[in-house]
């Protein structure tokens, strides 16, 4: 079975390309999403009033043989000239895997060591595995188990990836990057 696979790329773009960057950015991403095998793109903006320059993009693909289609493709091919006068060197691009697809410090490119990658999910995945559940039960109690079970799964999942997650990161940014 093939594995999703998360790229970040980052770019360094020149100030007086900002807006025509962003602006293309956003073209560029909703018309990439009609690709095969293309499953999300999300952008990193820096900082308001931090002065960089250095712009995200996370993309998720449903497998390698997506990705590389992808890349070799006459529309991301025509995006890089697009932007090539935008933007400093060539992207840096790199694939995340498991934990560090949510860790990942924008700034640095670094990681936490695992183990606080780790102990953060856990200490998000407790309270929300609990309380989806207690909230979800009421109302989805009469169906067949199986059925429960995809909902609290869902609802755990869209929580954890939506709510819980970033603001967990966000939190403790400073314990995760010191």
């Known amino acids: 079975m093939d594995e999703v696979v998360h790229v970040a790329i980052t770019r360094r773009v020149r100030k007086e390309h900002v807006s025509a960057f962003e602006k293309a950015l956003a073209e560029f ?3 990439s999403l009609e690709a095969p095998g ?11 009033g931090s002065g960089s320059l250095e712009y ?5 693909f449903s497998n390698r043989e997506a990705r590389e289609a992808f890349y070799q493709s006459p529309l991301y091919q025509k995006w890089q000239d697009q932007v090539r006068h935008m933007v400093e060197g060539e992207p840096t691009c790199r694939d995340l895997h ?3 697809a949510w860790f ?14 780790a102990l953060l999910t ?6 929300v595995s609990m309380i989806i559940p207690a909230l979800f ?13 995809g909902v609290i799964s869902a609802g755990i999942t869209a929580t954890l990836t939506w709510v819980a997650m970033p603001q ?10 010191p």
């Open 38 to 48: 293309t499953r999300g793109v999300q952008f990193l903006y820096p900082a308001p």
């Open 137 to 149: 039960l009421p109302f989805i109690g009469s169906l067949p188990h199986l059925l429960r079970a």
């Open 56 to 60: 995200g993009i996370l993309r998720t």
């Open 98 to 100: 498991g934990l560090e």
């Open 29 to 31: 991403a909703r018309d």
């Open 168 to 177: 967990l990161v966000k939190l403790a940014r400073r314990w995760l990057h």
């Open 104 to 117: 990942r410090d924008p700034g640095s490119g670094q990681h936490p060591p695992r183990w606080k990658m």
């Open 122 to 127: 856990w200490s998000a995945v407790w309270p």
